[in-house]
């Protein structure tokens, strides 16, 4: 690793000082972790609707308290009538009239509403593992945009110093042809390999601007440099080095699969819900009535009062209540499957997180051997070149198989680092203590790149405005 780490230092010495103006102080991994769970929007998102679904249980938790109504009404009368009586006196065809019904309830046995109410309890489970799954997907998806941006930038660098080396080789073809010890052909296949070079980096140029502005998505912020991944990365197998324990850690702790497992009961109440329709209701109930009128020869008024029970029982739905409690199995049976499918995928996504970690702890190694063997490969040949016995496209393979393996090791070792968070996810471990940890890993070094300062023309339309104020 040592000697790996001078050769890299060797090969790309001015690559940074001319590609990247850094800034005095970068944005750390733990930093951005922190802008993007205050500011992602799909976070935020399940956040509120968490907060609507606890609020749906106070809804359904109204309906079995104490329940308060009051009317009146106020209103002009005239009758028209044909008819006439002996009767003279205390008749009145166009009065005024006012009325005022009090009356309080109580529900004393609602199965129903009961169960609606449990129902809701286990909805709010549900939300809350949702939540938390959420939060872990904003957690890795973060994570995966910083390194994803260190690991174009190492690639960047190798594809800028293959670009150079090519470029000197190319110079000193053409230096070559000149005197002539060398013909044409081998100019012409110096240049063709500098032009691919030389396309390579631009298209490695243009991901790194793009990383960058993945890790804005995710934060609504920007950055114009991060803190790089140091060299004395710990490359070891995860720990436990036991896939059963991760497996048996995700069926305990996996947020998806736990809400999952909370769907379930979500749809059992629906059942229970369904079945309660065959219940009777009984409530208590007390009312007050009011009423009076300015008729002629009527004085006073009238007012009643009246306290008891009231209970209801469904006959016959027409075959509705019936229906619902098989609807609602079916949904139950369909949500079990769902559980199942999700409990079989995470177990795959374990095991399969848990060999990548493992293969990558070797594949970093072997990266880093690469890198030794293609440079002793490169000197070789090159040596071979100035004798005679070997020629310029096998001097042009050779340093391209050296800036290859550069970019090959980068990769492998930002591939460990995101699997092993990814590792933590699916076990359901990940938070931010664990990307910390990970934190610890970056050096002083920084990574920058300048991003355009035109105005985005749908900057506008991402503001929301202030969220709305919950009544109290």
């Known amino acids: 690793m040592t000697r790996h780490r001078t050769l890299r230092h060797a090969l790309l010495p001015a690559l940074i000082a001319s590609a990247f103006a850094v800034p005095l102080q970068a944005a750390d991994l733990l930093t951005i972790t922190r802008d993007a769970l205050e500011n992602n929007a799909e976070l935020a998102s399940a956040r509120s609707q968490t907060g609507s679904v606890e609020a749906g249980r106070d809804v359904q938790r109204s309906d079995l308290l104490p329940q308060v109504n ?5 209103s002009h009368n005239r009758q028209y009538a044909s008819q006439t009586s002996g009767l003279t006196g205390g008749g009145d065809d166009n009065y005024n009239s006012a009325g005022l019904t009090l009356e309080a309830t109580q529900a004393l046995f609602d199965a129903r509403n009961t169960r609606e109410v449990e129902q809701a309890e286990r909805q709010i489970d549900q939300q809350t593992y949702q939540l938390a799954a959420t939060e872990q997907q904003v957690l890795i998806d973060v994570s995966s945009a910083y390194f994803e941006i260190l690991r174009a930038h190492e ?6 110093a293959q670009e150079r080396a090519i470029g000197r080789q190319l110079e000193q073809a053409r230096e070559q042809f000149e005197v002539g010890l060398i013909a044409i052909t081998e100019v012409e296949e110096a240049k063709a390999a500098f032009d691919q070079a030389r396309a390579v980096r631009i298209a490695a140029e243009s991901d790194l601007q793009v990383r ?13 440099s991060i803190d790089a991944l ?3 990365v710990p490359i070891q197998p995860p720990t436990p080095d036991d896939r059963r324990h991760w497996v048996e850690l995700a069926m305990a702790n996996n947020p998806l699969v736990l809400a999952s497992e909370a769907g379930v009961e979500v749809t059992r109440s ?15 109930f007390a009312n007050y009535n009011y009423a009076d009128d300015d008729r002629d020869g009527v004085e006073g008024h009238n007012s009643a009062s009246q306290v008891g029970l009231r209970a209801s029982l469904p006959l016959y739905t027409g075959g509705r209540t019936q229906a619902s409690i098989r609807q609602n199995t079916y949904r ?6 769902d559980f199942e499918a999700q409990r079989r995928d995470t177990v795959q996504q374990v095991r399969s997180r848990f060999t990548q970690v493992s293969n990558d702890v070797s594949t970093v190694e072997a990266r880093a051997q690469a890198i030794v063997s293609n440079q002793s490969a490169l000197d070789a040949t090159r040596a071979g070149y100035e004798v005679g016995t070997r020629n310029i496209v096998d001097v042009l393979n050779a340093e ?8 090959d090791h980068a ?3 930002y591939d460990y680092v995101i699997n092993l968070l990814s590792l933590r996810q699916q076990s359901g471990t990940l938070d931010v203590p664990a990307v910390e940890e990970v934190n610890a890993w970056l050096d002083g070094s920084s990574v920058s790149f300048t991003l355009p300062e035109e105005r985005d023309p749908t900057e506008a339309v991402m503001q929301i405005g202030e969220p709305p104020q919950p009544l109290r």
């Open 230 to 232: 140091g060299e004395e």
């Open 332 to 337: 139950l049976e369909a949500s079990q499957y």
């Open 212 to 224: 960058f502005e993945v890790l804005e998505r995710l934060t609504g912020q920007r950055y114009s």
């Open 70 to 74: 009051a009317s009146g009404t106020v």
């Open 411 to 413: 990769s492998a070792r």
């Open 155 to 160: 690639v960047l660098e190798a594809r800028r």
């Open 400 to 407: 391209q198989n050296l800036y290859n393996a550069v970019a």
């Open 270 to 284: 629906s059942v229970e819900i369904a079945r309660a329709q065959r219940l009777p209701t009984v409530n208590a």
